[in-house]
């Protein structure tokens, strides 16, 4: 299963409204999470089941989606969520990872 | 503290082996699914590999770009988790992080990942 995130560069304002979208090559129900990467960082996990935001993540984070494609939208950009975020699938072996999309300040 | 810490990294001809090390805390290993995922430097995030828990049987399941290289094992007496790289070749130049599923299910995510091993293959 190939999972395909648009845009892969995305230059947005603190304050601005952003949602990136995750596309599945086939459907995967809603077994999708979502994670955010700062340089030099491991991972960290935002959003699991594709809506269910993790304990500790800000409010401003939200997915939602099923099937095949999924949103990741952060309400209002702040200055420390500049990072590149990635979604991944856990439906079915391999598990894999979208290509990653980073967020810049304009 | 749940957490992880990677080990074991370095400078590796091509061909050679490595061992990485993954020691876990404040969870137990053995009731868990573990994982581990690489970054080449510049790049996405891959899959590498699963270890299924103690109650399915420690089974495991590979990416096909390393399947027949690489092996997942680990030991419960240390709560640590294994990955023994063989064959190395350029392209497995990577940090090579390894993280926990909690949820030994389909649907599951990667809820707590290690600081990363670095492992460089180049003569």
């Known amino acids: 299963i190939q999972l395909t995130q648009s845009p892969s560069f995305l230059s947005a304002s603190v304050g601005d409204k952003v949602t990136i979208t995750c596309r599945a090559s086939?459907?995967?129900?809603?077994?999708l999470a979502w994670y955010q990467q700062k340089p030099g960082k491991a991972p960290k996990l935002l959003i699991s089941a594709a809506s269910t935001l993790q304990s500790g993540v800000p409010s401003r984070f939200s997915g939602s989606g099923s099937g095949t494609e999924f949103t990741l939208t952060i309400s209002s950009l702040q200055p420390e969520d500049f990072a590149t975020y990635y979604c991944q699938h856990l439906h079915s072996y391999p598990i894999t990872f979208g290509q990653g999309t980073r967020l810049e300040i304009k | 503290e749940v957490q992880v810490v990677e080990s074991g990294g370095g400078l590796v001809q091509p061909g050679g082996s490595l061992r990485l090390s993954c020691a876990a805390s404040g969870f137990s290993l053995s009731d868990h699914y573990m994982d581990w995922v690489r970054q080449a430097p510049g790049r996405g995030l891959e899959w590498v590999g699963r270890?299924?828990?103690?109650?399915?049987?420690?089974?495991?399941e590979y990416a096909a770009s390393v399947k027949g290289r690489f092996t997942i094992s680990r030991d419960d007496s240390k709560n640590s988790l294994y990955l023994q790289m063989n064959s190395l070749n350029i392209e497995d130049t990577a940090v090579y992080y390894c993280?926990?599923?909690?949820?030994?299910?389909?649907?599951?995510?990667?809820?707590?990942w290690g600081q990363g091993a670095l492992v460089t293959v180049s003569s």
């Open positions: 086939q459907a995967i129900n809603n077994y």
């Open positions: 993280a926990r599923d909690p949820t030994a299910d389909w649907g599951g995510y990667f809820d707590c």
């Open positions: 270890s299924r828990n103690k109650a399915n049987s420690y089974t495991t």
